[in-house]
């Protein structure tokens, strides 16, 4: 039997072309995620269909992780079971705290530099003055409010896994956060919930080995609440990366 070599050329590359089609469509969805991704400080009262929270967290669920191991676990609040937890939040907000995992000791140099931006940045947004502690208690207040947010998800790690737990369950979080921005849901990981990981236990029946990593508040952006308006910067991608050897190989 003869073989058309030209036909047969003609759809290796037209199967070239899709590959480079595909890759490329997944590569500018990816970035365009990435880039109008953001924290929501301020969303609306409107509840996200339960399908919807569901599909978010089957995409996430193929967060990689050490080992496999998938560490992390989820509670889910929605309707009145969030209200109730931010009631909670509120009545112990100046309760003492101990996280399971320690805060950071210390800010320095260009971290400090881009807390304070951050912050400033923040803060100038929603008309709190540098220097007005009580505005800027107001404002962290909001952190224990959920920012209005309908549902509230709280992010738990086995405390045998220790570290590395929690850093399989921050790639989850991030992955979560972009699913949910595919989907036009906006989210807010808050560390602020895990600060008295006691009460959170104690709220929502957890054992003593789950250890609270954060918070995922999030539901639809409040496009009118001046604390959606601003939006933090990137480091240039090369000022964290460490070339060695031929930077252009391959």
Not at 28 to 44: A, D, I, P
Request: hydrophobic content about 40%; glycine content about 8%; overall charge neutral.
């Amino acid at each position: 039997m003869a073989i058309d070599v030209k036909s047969k050329e003609g759809a290796d590359d037209r199967k070239s072309k899709e590959g480079a089609d595909d890759r490329a469509l997944a590569v500018e969805t990816l970035e365009r995620l990435m880039s109008s991704r953001f924290s929501c400080r301020g969303f609306l009262p409107k509840p996200v269909p339960r399908k919807d929270i569901e599909r978010v967290v089957a995409l996430a669920q193929r967060t990689a992780s050490w080992c496999n191991a998938q560490p992390w676990q989820l509670v889910i609040a929605s309707g009145e079971a969030t209200d109730r937890f931010r009631r909670r939040l509120l009545e112990g907000s100046a309760e003492p705290g101990a996280p399971d995992f320690p805060w950071p000791r210390e800010y320095r140099d260009v971290y400090l530099q881009r807390r304070r931006e951050c912050g400033f940045a923040l803060y100038q947004s929603v008309g709190v003055a540098r220097g007005d502690r009580e505005g800027g208690a107001r404002q962290h207040l909001e952190n224990y409010r959920l920012f209005g947010a309908p549902h509230v998800a709280i992010v738990t790690s086995p405390e045998a896994l220790g570290v590395y737990g929690a850093i399989d369950c921050g790639a989850y979080v991030s992955n979560f956060m972009l699913a949910a921005r595919s989907l036009g849901i906006a989210c807010i990981a808050q560390a602020a919930l895990a600060y008295r990981p006691e009460l959170v236990r104690e709220h929502f029946n957890l054992p003593s080995d789950r250890l609270v990593v954060c918070g995922i508040s999030f539901g639809y952006a409040d496009p009118d609440h001046p604390a959606n308006r601003f939006r933090t910067v990137r480091a240039d991608s090369q000022d964290a990366v460490t070339w060695l050897g031929e930077r252009d190989a391959g």
